[in-house]
C-alpha cells in the first residue's frame, strides 16, 4: 500500500510540474529536461508513467474529464450552472485545470487529440440538459445537443479572451454574464428565478466541498 500510494503521488508530482511548465512555455517549447528539474524526480520515473512528453500531455489534459461530482441541486439547470462556474474557478486557481484547457485551446499543439477534452465537455453539458428537460426546466424549442455544444463553445471563447485582457481575473464575471443572457432562452421562468449565477458561485460551492468531504464522493 505504502508503495502504490508513493507511485501515486509521483506520478502527481509529475503531472503538476508538467502542468506548470506547458502553462508557462507552451507545450511546443517545453521540455522532458524542464519538466524532470520542475517535478524533482529521475528520467527513469518519469518514463514509468508516462511514455512521452505526448503522454505527459495527454495526461494533464484528461484532469479536465475526471473531477469530483458536485452535489445534488433542485434543478438540473443549477448543476449545469454549476459545472461551469466551478470550472471558471479552477482555471484561476489550479494550474492543473489551466494547463489541461491551454492544451486543448493550443492550435499549435502537433500530434495531440485535442477534441477529446471538448467532447467530454459537450457529453457532460448535454447529458444535464436532457435531465432537465425530462424534468419540465427547459422551453419547447430547446434542443439539449446544440445547447450543449453552443455553451462549450461560448465559455471557451469567453475564457481565452479573459486571459488575454484580465489573465482570467475577470473570468467569474464574464460567465455569469454569458449564463445571464442565454438561460432566460432556454429556460423555464419559474426555474430561471430559482437560479444562482453570481460571479463568486463557484468559490462558494468549492469552500462546502473543502469544508463538508463527504459531499465530495469520489473520482468519475
Keep these: ?31 522532458i529536461s524542464e519538466i524532470l528539474a ?3 524526480v529521475t528520467k527513469g520515473a518519469l518514463y514509468f508513467h508516462f511514455a512521452s512528453k505526448e503522454d505527459l500531455a495527454l495526461g494533464v489534459m484528461d484532469i479536465q474529464l475526471h473531477s469530483d461530482p458536485l452535489p445534488p441541486q433542485l434543478t438540473k439547470l443549477q448543476e449545469l450552472v454549476d459545472q461551469g462556474m466551478i470550472l471558471a474557478h479552477r482555471l484561476r486557481h489550479e494550474p492543473l485545470v489551466r494547463a489541461s484547457v491551454g492544451l486543448a485551446m493550443d492550435q499549435a499543439v502537433e500530434g495531440l487529440d485535442r477534441g477529446t477534452p471538448f467532447r467530454a465537455w459537450i457529453d457532460r453539458l448535454e447529458l444535464l440538459l436532457r435531465a432537465a428537460k425530462s424534468q419540465g426546466e427547459l422551453l419547447p424549442h430547446v434542443d439539449p445537443g446544440e445547447t450543449a455544444e453552443m455553451l462549450a463553445g461560448s465559455f471557451s471563447g469567453i475564457q481565452v479572451m479573459s486571459q488575454v485582457l484580465s ?12 449564463l445571464h443572457y442565454v438561460l432566460p432562452s432556454i429556460s423555464t421562468p419559474a426555474v430561471l428565478a430559482t437560479l444562482d449565477m453570481a460571479e463568486d458561485r463557484g468559490e462558494r460551492l468549492l469552500r462546502t466541498l473543502e469544508t463538508v468531504p463527504s459531499q465530495v464522493g469520489t473520482p468519475n
Design 1 to 31: 500500500m505504502a508503495q502504490q500510494a508513493r507511485a501515486i503521488q509521483t506520478r502527481r508530482s509529475i503531472l503538476v510540474a508538467a502542468a506548470d511548465v506547458f502553462d508557462e512555455r507552451g507545450y511546443s517549447s517545453a521540455t
Design 38 to 40: 520542475r517535478a524533482g
Design 167 to 178: 489573465n482570467r481575473e475577470d473570468l467569474g464575471r464574464r460567465i455569469s454574464v454569458l
